[in-house]
């Protein structure tokens, strides 16, 4: 399975707050099995919500440590305010909880750079930060009890079949999208890696996961101006994918100099052009659409040629 297991335990730090509350009863209703929430100041309290099997009370523990040793916890989803989230993300590595999906934007690059490191010394992984999250989804003969997959963050739940496609996207809106223009062949999983200079999983490692999970058939790379991670990821993939890949770059028309969005979404001196991350793109045999649909398009036609 990319990324989780169906059913797997999960944790929500920063449960309590209101984007941690919403998230959580959105997530729970996808079918993801939340099994706490973590707060400093309210641990021993319950909150109540609603799943797809009824009404469920998920406890609230002071300390990661805490929450994982009382459900062996597997995954934590991170929705707590910029300031807090290096502590947060520390706590949650030093627990040894092997997936966090951190959705903060805002975070400073040096907290974000300390965790990370800090994460690969706890062969922990991080997702994010400022990321839409991960979701997965489960095969016929992998569904049991109702469980579908596993959806951590914000991607929208109920747009998009299961199927065996996968999408590694730094943007959130742009991963829906895509995800939405081809509901009619369905994704295997789904990961909003982020837009910061600094995270947790990159591009590449994202596509070493889909690219190792015998279901997927495809992959959807979501890429934007900055940097040169994607061309790096080409020269990668040329080499080591066995699948394909099609490829949308956002930005086409940003001005040098002006970051658009992203921290890490900004031209300079010439470098880190949409049109350079196509060529470089096209140039190791993966396709890239002008446009979201016209992204969709190229992928259906891979799809009817497997």
């Given amino acids: 399975m990319s990324f989780i297991r169906p059913n797997a335990p999960v944790i929500v730090q920063g449960m309590t707050g209101h984007q941690g509350m919403t998230h959580t009863a959105r997530m729970l209703k996808a079918g993801t099995n939340i099994v706490a929430g973590v707060n400093p100041r309210k641990g021993g309290q319950f909150l109540q919500f609603e799943d797809i099997q009824g009404t469920r009370d998920v406890a609230i523990y002071a300390t990661c440590a805490e929450a994982k040793n009382a459900t062996g916890a597997q995954a934590s989803v991170i929705f707590v305010p910029p300031r807090f989230a290096k502590s947060a993300m520390v706590e949650a590595i030093e ?23 800090l994460a690969r010394q706890h062969n922990v992984r991080i997702v994010g930060p400022n990321c839409p999250g991960l979701s997965t989804y489960t095969s016929a003969d992998e569904q049991t009890e109702g469980l579908y997959g596993v959806n951590l963050g914000i991607i929208p739940d109920g747009i998009v079949s299961t199927g065996s496609l996968g999408l590694v996207s730094k943007s959130g809106t742009l991963t829906y999208q895509l995800m939405s223009e081809l509901a009619d062949y369905g994704f295997r999983a789904a990961i909003g890696v982020g837009g910061d200079s600094i995270i947790g999983t990159t591009q590449q490692e994202a596509l070493e996961i889909l690219n190792n999970d015998p279901q997927v058939k495809a992959c959807v790379l979501i890429g934007e101006i900055g940097g040169s991670a994607e061309q790096e990821l080409a020269l990668w993939a040329r080499e080591h994918m066995t699948k394909p890949i099609v490829a949308y770059i956002a930005g086409y028309s940003a001005p040098e100099g002006k970051q658009m969005g992203h921290a890490g979404a900004i031209v300079s001196g010439g470098s880190g052009t949409a049109q350079g991350k196509k060529e470089a793109l096209e140039a190791c045999g993966i396709q890239v659409g002008r446009n979201p649909s016209e992204t969709a398009q190229l992928m259906r036609n891979v799809m009817e040629n497997l």
Avoid: K, M, Q
């Fill in 95 to 117: 627990a040894e909880i092997p997936l966090i999906v951190v959705i903060t934007e805002g975070i400073p690059v040096a907290d974000t750079a300390y965790c990370v490191a």
